[in-house]
Every structure is written in structure tokens, then in C-alpha cells.
Nanobody, 122 residues
Framework: VQLQASGGGLVQAGGSLRLSCAAS????????MGWFRQAPGKEREFVAA????????YYGDSVKGRFTISRDNAKNMVYLQAGSLKPEDTAVYYC????????????????WGQGTQVTVSS
């Protein structure tokens, strides 16, 4: 499956962005989907994950209550609504797909998109 993330940009602290991830090649309904982020000089960090039929969602502690992950299997799309943004949310955001269970470890994911830059100014 090929993944294409979009929707990043420059936003002021307190603002919001909606990131999108478009999948092609295989139907998205076969994969657990997730979002990760990586800031310069830091390791890739788990942000959120969603189960096959959207019945379960999981969030990293730093974004819990501010970000929401969702998916539309009919459109082969995954979304990340990022709200109450902080400068420390600045990073390249990646969407990922996994044939197995979700994990906070980025090494456990099978497919990755190219990333979209999110910059939050103070």
C-alpha cells in the first residue's frame, strides 16, 4: 500500500490543522492505521492509531485530548485533527499502516508515507 500525507503547514499556537493520509494500491480496511511525528534531532514519536473499523483509538500522552484520529475506509483516507497546537507539536508528521496490531514502536509498522511538515509558532 502507498501512503500520501498532506495538510501540514504553519499555524499559530492554539490553532488547529487537519492532516490527511490517502492510501492507494490496497484497500485501507485491511490495515491498522497510525500517525507518528519526528522533530529534528529526536526519535520518531507515536501520535495516534486507529483500529480496522474505527472501534478503538489510541493516543500518545502528549497529544491525548487535543488530537483525534479517524478513518474513512470507503474513501481510503485517514485523518488527524490536531487542535490546541503547541510549539512542541512542531514536527514532520507521518502516516503509517500495519497488517498486525498497533504499537507505539515505529519499527513495528509495515508501510509509511512521506511525511508532512507541521510548524507551530508561539
Amino acid at each position: 500500500v502507498q501512503l500520501q500525507a498532506s495538510g501540514g503547514g504553519l499555524v499559530q499556537a492554539g490553532g488547529s490543522l487537519r492532516l490527511s493520509c490517502a492510501a492507494s494500491g490496497r484497500t485501507l480496511s485491511s490495515y491498522v492505521m497510525g500517525w507518528f511525528r519526528q522533530a529534528p534531532g529526536k526519535e520518531r514519536e507515536f501520535v495516534a492509531a486507529i483500529s480496522l473499523s474505527s472501534t478503538s483509538t489510541y493516543y500518545g500522552d502528549s497529544v491525548k485530548g487535543r488530537f483525534t484520529i479517524s478513518r474513512d475506509n470507503a474513501k481510503n483516507m485517514v485523518y488527524l485533527q490536531a487542535g490546541s497546537l503547541k510549539p512542541e507539536d512542531t514536527a514532520v508528521y507521518y502516516c503509517a499502516a500495519n497488517r498486525g496490531a498497533w504499537t507505539r514502536n515505529s519499527r513495528g509498522w509495515d508501510y509509511w508515507g512521506q511525511g508532512t511538515q507541521v510548524t507551530v509558532s508561539s
